[in-house]
Each structure stands twice: as structure tokens, then as C-alpha cells.
């Protein structure tokens, strides 16, 4: 680095117990770090001199911020910071890309299984006192999974899956090469060709553009009758009435929705009282596995080593796409 550390304030909102600060201050030797929660710091707040922000910011705050080089996001999805004009002009962009993947995929796992073995009826059985077989149960082994997004979180689902005697189909926006943790490989293009084949339609994908409702009532209509839909990326890239007529059609068997459009999905809403439908307050991916906060950290801390080494950062964010760049 061509500026002297202590000339570097760091901004940290990502939330760390002391022993983690310590950790984040040896990446960085003589910087000056904030360490402060984000919904504590004043609209008003000086922030002119911090050029890092460890963590996800309030948006309101960054116009505060002129001299700020590096946001390292806590998270995967960086739609709310790519708004052209909301970062200084030469800000670098880094995510967590490649933290959430173990925790969402066995989520989804024991999502499918659940709604295989019928597990919610029986659940609600026992709340009501009934002793009753709810009859023929479906397995993964034998099935197909279509992974609709296959980052982090789709490849590890499509590893789980196959690891239980499952196939699995993959949909990416790019990359023509087929990884090994699939069956086949399609571009998102090709979504519609091979819809009508899979037994379980599994999305994680991120907020952009081209995601914006990208599953609605020509989609759902093109899955098998009787298969299953989960969705643990982003709740715009559904559209929520169309989901709940395909569910309370019984053309869909089952759901399981960890991210709503509207999000937090407000009280009264028809998708609530959906058939069959399993719905979680998008906890798949935060910090209820200790391992996904650890992992998180980790790359925080990483990247800000390599920033202050002068080394290329890790999970650079391309302004255009939403999307990681390639091969950072």
C-alpha cells in the first residue's frame, strides 16, 4: 500500500465479539478501526475519513463516506449496493460469496426431505392428537433436482443431493463447463426445456434484472404436476400469487420459501396459508450456524490481509451483473 496505515480508518459493522476485533486488527497493524453497529450510527455521523467498510452498511450512510476505497460486504448478495452513483466512482466492491453454502444446501436438503416424507402433516397430527398414516412417501434417491443457480449454495445442494441417489440438472447464466456435482448442464435460456423434468425445482439466485420474477405462472406451469419448489435466494425472483395458485391448484405438491416477496411477509397474506406450503423467515443463510458467521469472518479478514498487502481481493463484485467476477 502506498498510504501509510494509520492514515487507514476502517469502519467495522460487522457484528464481533472482542476476540474477533483482535483478529481483524492483526490483518491491519497500526489502522485505525470503528468498531460500531450499524443501526447505531447517526444519519449526521463524520465519516469522511474511513476508506474500509467491514460489513453491510446502512445505504443512507455512504453518502458520507467521499474517501471510501473498499466496502466488504457480510454478505452474497450486493444488489443493494451496485445502485450506479450510491459508492465513490473508484470504490472496490467485495462479497461473501462461497460462506453461505453449507448451511442453505443442507436447509434445502432437509426441506425436500420433509416434504417427501410428509414430516408437516405429521407434525400437525401430533399438535391435533391424531394418530394417522398419511400414506405413500417419495424419495430423493431415484429423482431429479433441477439446481436453478449453481454459485456456492447450488453446488453444494447439487453434491448433497446426488450423495442420497439423486440426479441433478444445473442452470447457470455462463460457464459452459460442466462440473462434476451434476448430471447435465443447461444456460438459464434452456430453463423452460427442462423444466417439465425435474422432481424438485430448487432456486438460489441472486437479485438482478434478469431474476425479477423470473418464476411465474408460465414457469410454474411448466413443472411436473406433483413436483416440489424451493427458493432460497432472493423472494423477487418469484411471484408470490403465482406460487400460491400453483400451490392451492395442487399442481405443485409442496414449497419450501425461506425469502418472500413482499419481505418480511406481512401478516394476512394469502402465501400463509398456501397448501402445502413450508415457509421460514430467511434464516437459512444468517449466523444460526456458527460456521457460516466463522466463515464470513474469515473472508472479511482475508481480504482486508490482501488489501493492505496490496494483493487482489477475493469475491470482487461486478457493478454491472450483481454478480461475482470471474476467477476473483
Known sequence: ???????????????????????????????????????????EADLAD???????????????MKNLKWLQLESAGANLYVTPGLLPEDCVLTNATGCFGLAISEYMIGMVLSMLLHLPYYYRNQAENVWQNQGPVHSIYGSTALAVGLGDIGGEFAKRYRALGGKVIGIRRSNRNKPDYVDELYMMDQLD???????????????????????????????????LFLNVGRGMAVDTNALCDALNSGHLAGAAIDVTDPEPLPPGHPLWHAKNAII??????????????????????????RYMAGEPLKNLVDFQTGYKKTNS
Open 193 to 227: 426445456e427442462v423444466l417439465p423434468r425435474a422432481d424438485v425445482v430448487a432456486l438460489s439466485l441472486p437479485e438482478t434484472p434478469e431474476t425479477h420474477k423470473l418464476f411465474g405462472k408460465e414457469k410454474f406451469s411448466r413443472m411436473k404436476p406433483g413436483a
Open 280 to 305: 421460514t423467515p430467511h434464516i437459512s443463510g444468517g449466523y444460526n450456524l456458527n460456521e457460516t458467521y466463522e466463515r464470513v469472518f474469515h473472508t472479511c479478514c482475508e481480504n482486508l490481509r
Open 50 to 64: 474511513v476508506s474500509i467498510v467491514i460489513g453491510n452498511p446502512r445505504r443512507r450512510l455512504l453518502s458520507s
Open 1 to 43: 500500500m502506498s498510504q501509510n496505515n494509520k492514515e487507514i480508518t476502517i469502519l467495522a459493522v460487522f457484528p464481533m465479539d472482542e476476540e474477533h476485533r483482535e483478529k481483524l486488527k492483526s490483518a491491519a497493524p497500526g489502522a485505525r478501526f470503528l468498531f460500531l453497529s450499524k443501526d447505531d450510527i447517526p444519519d
